[in-house]
């Protein structure tokens, strides 16, 4: 009893101590982009440890994020896509890192060149030969894909639906048939094609010269301020950058 | 409304009285209370998980309607209409729910029939040779091994089935003119109907085995020995007394695998192709080799995308369509055993 007792006004301790820093911790709210996600949610992980800033951070597409930045419903929107003639004045992008997508065949069938119309014609169903991986709805990686390297045309119901980079690159590997696309980190034991004859490298993303390469940004409305600006700061170190190292290529 | 109530038998007259603890312990009455209130608690967080789901999911019913069960129309497949979903305009007056899932509940009746159907067979005659046949040095290894076998986790199942049976279909079944002749149509290659129905069979036959097997040890020996003796070898006695006298215990087996299978998520997406195809059993040999994609496996693919707003709605009207199967799958369990009352078996 008298544990238990114990325990509860260390409880009550503890939360009243607590209730004060919370509510003095900013909190940055962001949406957007799926693909800009899992980095914003790891960024935001370690920042949270460093700072306390608390996040609440939605998924829903790079126009959604725009959008939302925008209107000002947001903090930071979260955007796979430059910015573009369309979006709504006032608004900032500030980029975070870069994201490049190979497209990659079987070690037994060395193609080394994709033009866009092959890997058109491939990811449509027009050209047999292939055994066609793609990804899921919800991947970035498929939205990226079908914008960087598919549009105006839509992806075949042939191909089959894998629900991450590493189930496409093992489905690859062991297919002497098979094709699929996936982002950098996951090329090990696969033919990684050239696209429109440049090699899919870090470098080469790095650089902008690969075409299936993006930018990846948040989004404010006018400059970024506050906890924003230093969230961003923090995604742009050499701290946020090494997070970002881990699936995408980094802003340093 | 249910009332939960566990009372305690009244004491016997003249049994002694529960010994009084020296240090005051928790009253009978307490105990009652407590364990009352925490199996209220149970059926209130499934109520309000029923809704939860329910509530979430409404929209994708509301704005399909029984279409939701149905065919996609024209060239347009379910994959499709999942991209569509997902890549709604972010207003809500626009927001895209037109879903037609047919493939998808194909796939899932196919994969689960089909395990069903082999497994229940598979089980029976493994358990008559349990009880009945196996030496009992052998059933000391095997009745261990098959309560292992059922408390395997899937993620393990699905593992074996991508890194050994998938690509051994591939080399063995699968030929380039198969692939060829079905090239931007589907993608055969391995990863099917076949191998997800052999590998969602291993996975419930134990489960069936071990309840079956419990049923057979049940039966009264009066009733064996009488049907021997009137001169039945044991063969029979197994199938025309044991057996029939464990129908009962069969189909609350099949019931409880069959949710099992429904609900298999993670091997299922691994394995069964993870394409929304509805195999056609006019393709001959080609139909085992067609991809399936069941709607637990749809909702494991398809997570990541949870906060779009519509497409979280469709993926709870997945989930609520599981939860009502596995209702109707209870209900038919219940329903079945109904008219074997009659004959005063008892489960």
Redesign the interface.
């Known amino acids: 009893m008298r544990k238990t007792r114990l325990f509860l006004t260390a409880l009550v301790v503890v939360s009243v101590l607590a209730a004060p820093a919370g509510a003095n911790a900013a909190t940055i709210v962001m949406s957007g982009s799926t693909t800009v996600y899992p980095l914003a949610v790891d960024l935001a992980k370690a920042y949270n440890r460093r700072t306390g800033t608390k996040f609440r951070i939605l998924q829903g597409g790079s126009d959604v994020g725009v959008a939302d930045a925008a209107r000002g419903r947001v903090t930071l929107g979260m955007s796979s896509r430059d910015p573009k003639a369309g979006d709504p004045g006032g608004i900032t992008f500030y980029r975070i890192a870069r994201d490049a997508i190979c497209v990659v065949t079987n070690r037994a069938r060395r193609v080394s060149n994709f033009s866009r119309r092959q890997v058109q014609a491939i990811y449509t169903g027009r050209v047999g030969g292939y055994d066609i991986f793609a990804r899921s709805a919800p991947s970035g990686t498929q939205d990226a894909f079908q914008k960087l390297f598919l549009d105006p045309f839509r992806q075949t119901s042939a191909a089959r639906l894998l629900g991450s980079n590493g189930q496409v690159a093992q489905a690859v590997r062991r297919n002497r048939r098979g094709i699929g696309y996936v982002s950098l980190a996951f090329t090990g034991g696969l033919n990684v094609a050239r696209y429109q004859g440049v090699g899919c490298t870090l470098r080469k993303a790095k650089s902008g010269t690969y075409p299936g390469s993006r930018n990846l940004y948040f989004v404010s409305r006018g400059q970024a301020g506050g906890a924003a600006a230093g969230f961003i700061r923090f995604a742009r170190s050499r701290a946020g950058s090494s997070i970002a190292a881990r699936n995408y290529v980094p802003f340093r | 409304m249910v009332t939960v109530s566990y009372r305690q038998p009244a004491r016997p007259q003249g049994a002694p009285a529960a010994p009084v603890a020296r240090r005051r312990g928790w009253s009978d009455q307490r105990v009652e209370r407590v364990l009352g209130a925490l199996a209220v608690t149970v059926l209130v967080f499934i109520v309000g998980m029923v809704i939860f789901v329910f509530a979430n999911g409404w929209p994708s019913f509301r704005e399909n309607g029984l279409a939701w069960f149905g065919d996609p129309p024209g060239d347009l497949?379910v994959?499709?209409q999942?991209?569509d979903?997902?890549?709604s305009p972010?207003r809500e007056e626009f927001y895209e729910y037109a879903l037609n899932t047919w493939p998808l509940l194909w796939g899932t009746f196919l994969s689960t029939a089909g395990a069903v159907v082999f497994g229940v067979v598979f089980a029976v005659l493994a358990a008559v040779f349990i009880v009945e046949f196996a030496p009992p040095a052998v059933n000391k290894v095997l009745e261990p091994v098959v309560r292992l076998l059922a408390a395997v986790p899937s993620v393990i199942y699905g593992l074996i089935g991508?890194l050994v049976l998938?690509?051994l279909v591939?080399r063995v079944l699968v030929t380039?003119e198969i692939?060829?002749s079905?090239?931007?149509?589907?993608?055969?290659?391995?990863?099917s109907l076949l191998v997800a129905v052999v590998i969602l069979t291993v996975m419930i036959s134990p489960i069936m085995i071990a309840i079956i097997v419990d049923a057979l040890r049940g039966i009264p020996r009066t009733w064996t020995e009488g049907a021997a003796a009137l001169g039945a070898n044991r063969w029979r006695v197994m199938w025309t007394v044991s057996l029939r006298a464990s129908r009962p215990a069969i189909i609350a087996a099949v019931v409880l695998a069959s949710a099992r299978a429904i609900g298999e998520a993670i091997m299922l997406?691994?394995v069964a192709?993870?394409?929304?195809?509805a195999p056609n059993p006019l393709d001959g040999f080609l139909f085992f080799l067609e991809?399936i994609?069941p709607y637990a496996a749809t909702i494991?693919?398809?997570?990541?995308?949870l906060?779009?707003?519509p497409?979280g709605d469709t993926i709870y009207a997945f989930a609520a369509v599981l939860l009502v199967s596995a209702l109707f799958l209870s209900l038919a369990g219940w329903a079945a055993k109904q008219p074997l009352k009659r004959y005063g078996v008892q489960v």
């Open positions: 497949t994959d499709q999942i991209f979903i997902f890549n972010a991508i998938v690509p591939d380039d692939k060829d079905v090239a931007g149509v589907l993608t055969i290659d391995g990863s997406s691994m192709g993870s394409s929304g195809f991809p994609r494991v693919d398809n997570r990541e995308g906060t779009v707003a497409f």
